[in-house]
Structures are given as structure tokens and as C-alpha cells.
């Protein structure tokens, strides 16, 4: 374990116990880990995940530091750290981002299939990183973090503004590996997104980098849909969260997609029955992308004949890697250009954790950061 400076502390939310509040404490700001650094974390941000992992949805270790997003500047590097995953040379007080998990490079999916989403051993901050495993301070919501050899970890422009490139940290990089590797949204489609949190404006603002020739957002409620209208994110955007009768709706997304259904459907809600509707929103040879079933919520029923019938593509994406977190932070500058994204996020300081919480559980704000 790396000397901890005592005289130094920082704040941190730690997750303690399934189910219960979460608690702000205080630890020693550690030196950089051999071959790595610590960074001063300006800006944590909540997913929709880490409400999954505070109510015991998946199977993590603790007590641990949340936050698998974060974006900071470069307190202190370790001996012959010097540049960031591009090559850009790095230095105390630069900005950066880095990628949550860290692929093991030994297991099947690394080293055979080339699938290091997929790594066996996938080492993530945030999320199964405990107070005991080295450092304590291994997750972003706190006021520091220290970061492990084989971090991709990539420095910003000065240009980028801070809040812009949080509003997508974790949904942008989830978006560019499906859009990239998984799905490619091609010249001239019309793509139809059902989700309006955070990675269904994702993939709808890299869906209009990449040329689609109409992007229909279905989601809700009606504040996302008028911030993501107000943003530039999306063509048509229609509320079905709130509606009373949704297969109406249903109806109207395949109207605005042309009638007979999209070119591509990406699915980013995260909810089991919106997958049953997304198979009947694609066109009789198209595709269907399911990024957001990243925690297992339960079944649902479906038809298979809508899968023969349109003779469809169904192609799942799993997370991302540190390449693709490159990728994002590389789009940003086209991303900011076009997309109004600081005036997505909301952000709370760490001591309000609590409250930030709330508003991404009931969907009032669209991405939400805690600040420190």
C-alpha cells in the first residue's frame, strides 16, 4: 500500500452497507501508486448505475468509495509518469479524465477474443474497489483519488469546458463502443433512441455526428425531452414515459421513422418491456443495438416472429474500455460545437450526495455531478 500523508485528508461518500444512507468520511490523501498518480477530483458523476449498486442490485464488495465517472486535475504523478494515453505529456494541474475499469490481459476474453469489456477480472473504480484494496481513495466521489498503473487516463484541452464533458463521462464512451464497434450508425439513416437519460442522448448525439439523416428520441419525462430539444440532441422527440396510451406513441415513432419502422433502434432505457417495443420500431431488415440492459432488471416477453419477420440484427453492448473513453474525450470539441451539453448537468457538492441521489432516482435532473 502506498505511504499515506496524514497531514493531508480529503472527503469521500463511502457505501457501507446495502440499502442504507450513504456517509461521508475522511481518509489521508495517499502518494501516488508506483506507476500512477493522484488526482484533485473536481467532478463526480452519478449514474444510473450507482443507485443500483447503493440498493444492492449487484453483487459488489464493501465498504468502497463510489463513482466509476470522474474528471479532475493531476495532483501529484508517480516517478516516470509523463504522458497520457495519447501521448501528450502530462503534468500537476493538468485536467483529466480516466476510464473506470482496468482489463486483466489474462483471461480468455482478453487474450483470445480480443473483448476486454468482457475481462473476467475487470478491476473498476467505484465499484469493486474497497477501502482495503490499496488506497482507499479508489472511486470519484471524493475530493481525491488515486490511480493504478493501467488507468487510461487522457488529458483535456483547456478549451473543454469541465461540465460539458461530465454530462456524457460514462454514457459517451458506453455510446461510442456500441456505435463504433458494436452497431455503426450508417450515412443517411433514420435512427430511432428509446431512452432520454444520459446514454440515449448519447447515442443520439453521436447518431447526428455520424450522418443519420433523422434521430427520433422516445422516452420521458417531458423535462428530458425538452432539455434534450433544447440541447440540439435529437430530430423528433416524443414522450411515451408519461402517456396514457403508449402503442399510440409506438404508432408515432414509426410514422416520424417513415412508416415502416427505423433503419436502426437503440435501446438506452434500461427497461425489460422497452425491448419487446424496440422490435417492432425497426424496419423489415434493420437493426436493434440494447445498450441499456447494464443491470439485470428481469424478464420480459417478447415475440421471436418480430426478430425472423424483420429479419432483424440484434446486437448487444457491453460497457467500454479505455479506448473508447479516448474516443469521447477526442469528439468533444464536435460534440460541444453542435450540443448545448453543460446545460445537462446539475451539480451538488459531495455533502448533498443524498439529494443528488434523489433527483437522478426520480429522473428531475438528466445527469447529475457531485462537486468537490
Not at 501521448?87 to 483470445?112: E, F, H, K, Y
Not at 488515486?146 to 473543454?160: C, M, N, Q, W
Not at 402503442?247 to 435501446?267: H, K, M, P, S, T
Request: net charge negative.
Amino acid at each position: 500500500m502506498s505511504e499515506t500523508r496524514e497531514a493531508a485528508r480529503s472527503q469521500a461518500v463511502v457505501l457501507e452497507e446495502f440499502g442504507k444512507p450513504l456517509a461521508l468520511r475522511e481518509f489521508g490523501i495517499p502518494s501516488p501508486p508506483e506507476g500512477g498518480m493522484t488526482v484533485n477530483c473536481t467532478y463526480g458523476g452519478i449514474c444510473g448505475t450507482d443507485l443500483h449498486l447503493q440498493q444492492g442490485h449487484l453483487a459488489i464488495p464493501t465498504p468502497l468509495v463510489l463513482g466509476h465517472e470522474g474528471l479532475g486535475t493531476v495532483r501529484e504523478l508517480a516517478d516516470g509518469v509523463t504522458h497520457d494515453a495519447n501521448g501528450a505529456a502530462l503534468r500537476p494541474g493538468d485536467t483529466v479524465m480516466w476510464a473506470s475499469s482496468i482489463a486483466c490481459g489474462r483471461c480468455v476474453p482478453c487474450t483470445q477474443h480480443r473483448e476486454p469489456t468482457l475481462c473476467q477480472n475487470r478491476r473498476t473504480y467505484g465499484v469493486n474497489r474497497t477501502l482495503d484494496d490499496g488506497p482507499g481513495l479508489n472511486g470519484a466521489w471524493a475530493q481525491h483519488i488515486a490511480l493504478r498503473p493501467g488507468t487510461t487516463v487522457v488529458r483535456l484541452d483547456d478549451a473543454i469546458d469541465p461540465l460539458a464533458a461530465m454530462s456524457l463521462a460514462c454514457a459517451g464512451p458506453t455510446a461510442v463502443h456500441a456505435l463504433y464497434e458494436r452497431r455503426p450508425v450508417r450515412l443517411g439513416e433514420v435512427v430511432v433512441v428509446q431512452g432520454s437519460g444520459p446514454v440515449g442522448l448519447a447515442a443520439a448525439a453521436l447518431s447526428q455526428l455520424a450522418g443519420a439523416a433523422k434521430v427520433i428520441i422516445v422516452g420521458g419525462p417531458a423535462g428530458r425531452l425538452e432539455a434534450a430539444a433544447a440541447a440540439g440532441i435529437g430530430d423528433v422527440h416524443l414522450n411515451i414515459a408519461e402517456a396514457e396510451d403508449p402503442n399510440q406513441v409506438l404508432d408515432r415513432v414509426r410514422e416520424a421513422a417513415g412508416g415502416d419502422g427505423a433503419d436502426l433502434v437503440i435501446e438506452c432505457a434500461g427497461v425489460p418491456g422497452a425491448v419487446a417495443q424496440g422490435l417492432r420500431l425497426a424496419r423489415r431488415g434493420g437493426s436493434y443495438l440494447i445498450i441499456g440492459q447494464y443491470t439485470d432488471a428481469g424478464d420480459t416477453l417478447l415475440n421471436p416472429h418480430q426478430i425472423v419477420y424483420r429479419q432483424l440484427d440484434v446486437v448487444g453492448s457491453w460497457a467500454f474500455t479505455g479506448a473508447h473513453l479516448a474516443e469521447y474525450v477526442k469528439l468533444l470539441p464536435a460534440l460541444t460545437a453542435r450540443f448545448g451539453l453543460r446545460d445537462l448537468v446539475t451539480s451538488y457538492p459531495l455533502s448533498e450526495h443524498a439529494t443528488a441521489l434523489t433527483a437522478v432516482s426520480e429522473a428531475t435532473v438528466i445527469k447529475a455531478v457531485l462537486a468537490s
